[in-house]
Nanobody
Framework: QVQLIESGGGLVQAGGSLRLSCAAS????????MGWFRQAPGKEREFVAA???????YYTDSVKGRFTISRDNAKNTEYLQMNSLKPEDSAVYYC???????????????????WGQGTQVTVSS
């Protein structure tokens, strides 16, 4: 089993920055692709960013140029640096991990096996 614990959410003004972290524990040697999703009230969960084992990344269009996903394989941790935040970025952010092939950049929720509990990000205008 794998457990994911997010941290770093909070309240920030528009234009500000936050850095989310996701620490994996358990059978972490089996984890390769990782990602971030978010869900705002009344909306479906949406893909934000994904990264494979070698560090190749992919972003949804609305966060390109503002968000950066990264990972520290030695620490079994992934990060989401969020800059130039907008009120529409407000949501609960979830990290996810999967045991799929290490080269995969997974952008769909059904590609992931493990999920964190979520961390709230609120951006005020």
């Amino acid at each position: 089993q794998v457990q994911l614990i997010e941290s770093g959410g909070g309240l920030v003004q528009a234009g500000g920055s936050l850095r989310l972290s996701c620490a994996a524990s358990g059978r972490t040697f089996t984890i390769y692709p990782m990602g971030w999703f978010r869900q705002a009230p009344g909306k479906e969960r949406e893909f934000v960013a994904a990264i494979n084992l070698s560090g190749s990344a992919y972003y949804t269009d609305s966060v390109k140029g503002r968000f950066t996903i990264s990972r520290d394989n030695a620490k079994n941790t992934e990060y989401l640096q969020m800059n130039s935040l907008k009120p529409e970025d407000s949501a609960v952010y979830y990290c996810a991990a999967t045991q799929r092939p290490s080269f995969l950049i997974a952008t769909r929720g059904d590609e992931y096996s493990y999920w964190g509990q979520g961390t709230q990000v609120t951006v005020s205008s």
